[in-house]
Nanobody, 123 residues
Framework: QVQLVESGGGLVQAGGSLGLSCAAS????????VGWFRQAPGKEREFVAG????????YYADSVKGRFTVARENAKNTVYLQMNTRKPEDTAVYYC????????????????WGQGAQVTVSS
């Protein structure tokens, strides 16, 4: 089993930066690819960013490309999402997820999920 815990959420002014962390359990985590998703109330959970097993390949949704950066530090069993917030629509609960298919953008292509972290972007 893989356990994931997000941290770093909170309130940020539009234009400000906010970083999220996803801490995972066990060395087996390194064999998984990781995706970041977000979900606003009443909306479908959507793909935000993804990263390969060792962090060499990155994937982004068009809506966040150029503003968000995903990275992983396997020595710490941690994946990061650095956010340069500009759009109010960045407000959502952000989830990290672990799976086996690199670059997968569907929520059901991932096997393990964190509890989510609230990110609120004010105007």
């Amino acid at each position: 089993q893989v356990q994931l815990v997000e941290s770093g959420g909170g309130l940020v002014q539009a234009g400000g930066s906010l970083g999220l962390s996803c801490a995972a359990s066990g060395r087996a985590f390194r064999s998984y690819v990781v995706g970041w998703f977000r979900q606003a109330p009443g909306k479908e959970r959507e793909f935000v960013a993804g990263v390969s097993q060792i962090g060499s390949r990155l994937y982004y949704a068009d809506s966040v490309k150029g503003r968000f950066t995903v990275a992983r530090e396997n020595a710490k069993n941690t994946v990061y999402l650095q956010m340069n917030t500009r759009k109010p629509e960045d407000t959502a609960v952000y989830y990290c997820a672990a799976g086996r298919t690199e670059g997968a953008r569907g929520r059901y292509e991932y096997d393990y999920w964190g509890q989510g972290a609230q990110v609120t972007v004010s105007s």
